[in-house]
């Protein structure tokens, strides 16, 4: 992932000499503020409150849709290239440990969500036919082999 451009602010009034070179332009600090003005704005409950105006409130009824990133099918370890492995780090429990635990857990629900290994019309795993399971074992075993 790439760094974010850093953006330059101009203030209004300031000279555009310094605009494209690393250098930042001093600021004056403004002056603290006074009882009078503390005063002032604790009393305007306006001030104190959040700008609401601009924030679209949905009709009733209306249909939100929210942003998504949909489900991680982990496509490049399924399209891994033979030969290549990631070390999966394995503690006494036989538990896997590191940095390839989490990611390996993930891809095994990648394994579990495709429908010609576990298909979802069964009510619980011990009533699934056995050539599923089989199915999904091989797989692990196979893809675990080859890369893990």
Known sequence: MGRKRRLQYVEP??????VGSNEVPS???????TDDRRQSQGSDDETQAPDTEDVPVPAVGAVVVRNTRGPNRFDDIWNMPPGKKLLLE????????GE????WAKWLGTVARKPDMCPINYRSWHSMPRQYKNRCWETVQVLGKTQW
């Open 13 to 18: 009034g300031e000279s555009s000499s310094h």
């Open 90 to 97: 394995i503690n006494n429990a036989g538990q896997p440990v």
């Open 100 to 103: 390839n635990a989490g990611p």
């Open 27 to 33: 600021r004056q600090e403004a002056p603290p503020a």
